[in-house]
Nanobody, 116 residues
């Protein structure tokens, strides 16, 4: 059974940084891509960024230059370094893995709150 566990969220002041992690277990097939999404209170879930099997990355315009996605293929863990945080970055952050057969798996999320 595939499990994704996000961690690293918390309360941070504007301008601060966090490093989020997404650890995968129970994967049967290779990972095609790992993505981060977020859902702010009262809003729909939105795309943040993604890293593909070949290392290519894609970012939403709202986070370009501030967020960086990376991965450790041995540990089957993805990371999201979030810098220069703004109050509008407050959200539950989720990771999503798409495996080599096109199956999608979601974690339960980690809450990031940006507030002074």
């Amino acid at each position: 059974q595939v499990q994704l566990v996000e961690s690293g969220g918390g309360l941070v002041q504007p301008g601060g940084s966090l490093r989020l992690s997404c650890a995968a277990s129970g994967m049967t097939f290779s990972i095609n891509s790992i993505g981060w999404y977020r859902q702010a209170p009262g809003k729909e879930r939105e795309f943040v960024c993604r890293i593909f099997y070949d290392g290519r990355t894609v970012y939403a315009d709202s986070v370009k230059g501030r967020f960086t996605i990376s991965r450790d293929t041995v540990k089957k863990t993805a990371y999201l370094q979030v810098n220069s945080l703004k109050p509008e970055d407050t959200a539950v952050y989720y990771c999503k893995i798409i495996d080599g057969k096109g199956m999608e798996f979601w974690g339960k999320g980690t809450l990031v709150t940006v507030s002074s």
